[in-house]
């Protein structure tokens, strides 16, 4: 079945350490790949998107993704996480296919980031 | 200031008791959605629109109803609320195009209504 996976639900990382949050998908085609962030009581905020061309994606905040085919993955990284940045991450995709009436987004079930001082 | 406006932010209602959240965007936006989101589940699509007077279900549209009578505007209605409709739900907009594919077009997200229904 198409899906859209983030096995972590809940990580810890004290400031200043390194971040990579995971993201894989099971589509037949390769999807439009997005991260969204949800900071408490706030909307979704986009950081990155990868649409084609370059795998390794520069986002806001800091923060980057890689596309990697072989893997089906599209991991999110930053080299050095804030307290500001404890919130929960949202992997998306949507099929590119060019016609059709939908542009849905199907997201995976989010990683909850904690940060500690 | 590009946006999507959600209204109410918050409610609290009784079951029965018909609703209506507003939702309305300032970037003449084709495309608009509604979508929920619930603890273990992510965001689950409920309702689209690509025009005016285009509109579609999702993959939760039970016990909604949305209308697309201008551009802006995509209110979410729930005629007659029930408790398993408590949830926090999101309004998103995007310029995309259909027939054109994603175009590099992002979905832009509203701040989020939180619905509790009794």
């Known amino acids: 079945a198409q899906s859209v996976t983030q096995p972590d639900i809940h990580i810890t990382v004290s400031e200043g350490a390194s971040l990579e949050l995971r993201c894989n998908y099971s589509y037949g085609a390769t999807p439009y790949l997005f991260w969204y962030v949800q900071s408490p009581g706030q909307g979704l905020q986009l950081l990155l998107k990868?649409?084609?061309?370059?795998?390794l994606v520069q986002g806001i905040k800091g923060f980057e993704a890689e596309f990697k085919r072989s893997q089906s993955s599209f991991n999110l990284r930053k080299p050095s996480v804030h307290w500001s940045d404890a919130a929960e991450y949202f992997c998306?995709?949507?099929?590119?296919?060019?016609?059709?009436?939908?542009?849905?987004?199907?997201f995976g079930k989010g990683t909850l980031l904690t940060v500690n001082p | 200031e590009a946006q999507v406006t959600q209204n109410p932010r918050y409610l609290i209602t009784v079951t029965g008791k018909k609703l209506t959240v507003t939702c309305s965007q300032n970037m003449n936006h084709e495309y608009m959605s509604w979508y929920r989101q619930d603890p273990g589940l992510g965001l689950r699509q409920i309702y689209y629109?690509?025009?005016?007077?285009?509109?579609d279900k999702g993959d939760v549209p039970e016990g909604y109803k949305v209308s697309r009578k201008e551009k802006r505007n995509f209110p979410l209605i729930l005629e007659s609320p029930s408790p398993n409709q408590t949830s926090l739900y999101f309004c998103?907009?995007?310029?995309?195009?259909?027939?054109?594919?994603?175009?590099?077009?992002?979905?832009?997200f509203g701040d989020g209504t939180r619905l509790s229904i009794l």
């Open positions: 998306a995709v949507v099929l590119p296919y060019s016609g059709g009436s939908n542009y849905k987004l199907t």
């Open positions: 629109s690509m025009n005016v007077e285009v509109t």
């Open positions: 998103a907009s995007s310029l995309w195009v259909p027939g054109q594919g994603v175009r590099n077009q992002p979905q832009h």
């Open positions: 990868y649409f084609s061309g370059d795998t």
